[in-house]
């Protein structure tokens, strides 16, 4: 029945190329101000010679993160309940942050 149909919202910024449906309002609007606002990549990846530095950093740490797990292999703890930080001892090892 339609009642049991989930919200959601799309980007409606001109020229987005994000077919993303988004579930929640502020997943939308984390979108809208990392993809198509002023935000600058605040996290560079430490990992010697990698090339996602600078403008190429990322916007987002859990990207940071998803990165060094997937690209560079690298064991990133999961952060446990209201951590801050998902290196709350230091960069991890072959890192150099």
């Given amino acids: 029945s339609s009642g049991n149909r989930i919200r959601t919202w799309t980007c409606t910024f001109p020229n987005c190329t994000s077919s993303a449906q988004f579930t929640r309002l502020a997943d939308l609007q984390r979108h809208q101000s990392t993809v198509h606002g002023d935000k600058k990549p605040d ?9 996602r530095v600078g403008d190429k950093g990322f916007t987002r740490r859990d990207h940071l993160v998803e990165h060094l797990r997937n690209f560079h292999h690298i064991d990133v703890p999961k952060r446990k309940p209201g951590e801050r930080s998902a290196f709350p001892f230091g960069w991890p090892e072959g890192t150099s942050g």
């Fill in 43 to 51: 996290f560079p990846c430490h990992v010697s010679r990698c090339s």
